[in-house]
């Protein structure tokens, strides 16, 4: 139901719109001139405003224009009516601000038309309000407190992530999340789907290395009683139960050739059969994916479909490993910091310099996972409350940095230096010679992906992001 107000100074329209409106189960007033329409419109909160064009006083274009600058009209749908119509009457009208135009006399039907058109405009722009709002108080957060869903980071490339989270939060495309494990992928999955439309139904997700195809199937798509040995009830899988929400397929890199293209027809027809079923179940499921593996390589060696990539790739998040962003290793020692000093009751005073020092140098293969686990053993440990680093696990305090060691990681997946090559070719490919996008899918930042190519002697026709 919308609130409307109409202003027309013929008593007998007047009286046949507002219960026309009224008709439809909107709620409505009525004005007998612009200027009580005028005051009526600052008393009151209206979705539409229906005006006669020729008025005394304030005339429908006047009072359209007044409604246009007035600071609570951002959702407001203004409609004008005339009986002369004409393209010169259209222009005017549009240029005043109003949204819509009907001749009189109306066809009762054309303005339940239009009234529908109009709830479904209003509602569309308070939604996108919110959500620009939302966001908007999201981006302050997460410069106020270095911190966004759960991610703690405030160096650039981080900030790119937040942004790009949030894009993808907005949207109900399916997206690739790729990085080294312990990057946080699972994190950014429930971000998503908790920044998103669906927040209210379910997340869930799977280990898709870790299940047989066999079970993964039953699993994911369910089953019927009789199916199969042991099957002795019906079960319902995991896309079916996600219905109207978020399911989240980890690893997917792990899943069989054969099992990738079951995959593709559910992407594609939006619909499951459950194991011993001939029925089709139709399910509305946003999917996000997530990988450790280059699945550009896979596909290459044909050991991942290219269907199901460009699939399930359509908006790729590549997360940064630890040692891409070490500016933020002391922010996240003194979030686990807290949260072990809760956890376990043990208040710590302080961390010693050279305790930091050992964890900033330290180059993270386990990435923020393994950090927090290294500031878990020391809480284990540890009697007093300062944190040195004595108190660290053997292979962090006996870190040193070689003095030939490279200030930057090297691609996770690389067995030779030909590999590493490829991969970076691959990636430069894939996005058309985008640094930017190049840098993002294989988890680091444009200046490390530079220094590789220069390394590899990589010399190609970059395009750089706008």
């Not at 722009?125 to 999201?138: C, D, K, N, P, V």
Request: hydrophobic content about 40%; some cysteine; aromatic content about 6%.
């Amino acid at each position: 139901m919308m609130k409307i107000l109409i202003a027309d100074d013929d008593p007998i329209a007047r009286k046949i719109l507002k219960a026309e409106i009224e008709r439809a189960g909107h709620e409505c007033l009525a004005a007998e001139d612009g200027t009580e329409a005028w005051d009526l419109f600052r008393e009151h909160e209206f979705e539409v405003v229906i005006s006669d064009w020729m008025m005394p006083g304030i005339d429908g274009i006047e009072l359209c224009q007044r409604v246009r600058h007035h600071p609570k009209a951002a959702y407001t749908y203004f409609i004008l009516l005339t009986v002369t119509g004409g393209k010169s009457n259209l222009v005017r009208g549009i240029e005043a601000g109003a949204d819509d135009y009907m001749t009189k006399p109306f066809d009762p039907e054309e303005l339940q038309a239009r009234l529908i058109v109009a709830q479904r405009i209003t509602s569309l722009h308070r939604r996108s309000a919110q959500a620009a709002e939302r966001i908007g108080f999201l981006e302050e957060q997460t410069r106020v407190r270095n911190a966004f869903s759960g991610f703690i980071g405030k160096t650039p490339i981080m900030q790119e992530i937040y942004r790009r989270l949030r894009l993808a939060a907005q949207s109900e495309v399916t997206v690739l999340l790729s990085g080294q494990s312990g990057t946080g992928k699972e994190m950014a999955a429930k971000a998503i789907h908790a920044l998103s439309p669906r927040k209210n139904r379910s997340f869930l997700g799977v280990n898709c290395g870790a299940i047989p195809d066999t079970l993964l199937e039953s699993e994911l798509f369910g089953h019927v009683k009789g199916a199969f040995t042991g099957a002795d009830r019906d079960k319902t899988g995991l896309f079916e139960a996600a219905d109207g929400g978020t399911l989240l397929l980890d690893e997917i890199g792990e899943v069989s050739t054969q099992f990738q293209l079951k995959l593709l027809r559910v992407l594609q027809e939006k619909e499951i059969r459950r194991v011993g079923e001939d029925r089709a179940r139709k399910v509305d499921v946003r999917i996000v994916a997530a990988t450790n593996q280059d699945l550009t390589r896979m596909v290459a060696a044909g050991t991942f479909r290219q269907d199901l990539y460009y699939r399930i790739r359509i908006f790729e998040i590549g997360l940064p490993p630890l040692a891409e962003r070490r500016e933020d290793v002391p922010l996240l020692v003194e979030h686990f910091v807290e949260e072990m000093s809760r956890s376990t009751h043990k208040p710590l005073r302080e961390v010693s310099k050279d305790a930091l020092q050992k964890l900033m140098d330290y180059p993270w293969p386990g990435n923020v996972r393994e950090l927090r686990n290294s500031i878990e053993h020391a809480f284990v440990v540890l009697s007093g409350d300062v944190l040195h680093a004595e108190h660290l696990p053997s292979e962090v305090r006996t870190y040193t940095p070689s003095a030939g060691s490279p200030a930057h990681p090297r691609p996770e997946s690389a067995a030779s230096p030909e590999a590493e090559r490829e991969r970076i070719e691959a990636a430069l490919r894939r996005h058309g010679g985008n640094r930017s996008a190049a840098a993002r899918s294989l988890g680091v930042s444009r200046v490390t992906l530079w220094k590789w190519m220069r390394a590899h002697g990589i010399e190609v026709a970059t395009r750089e992001a706008s």
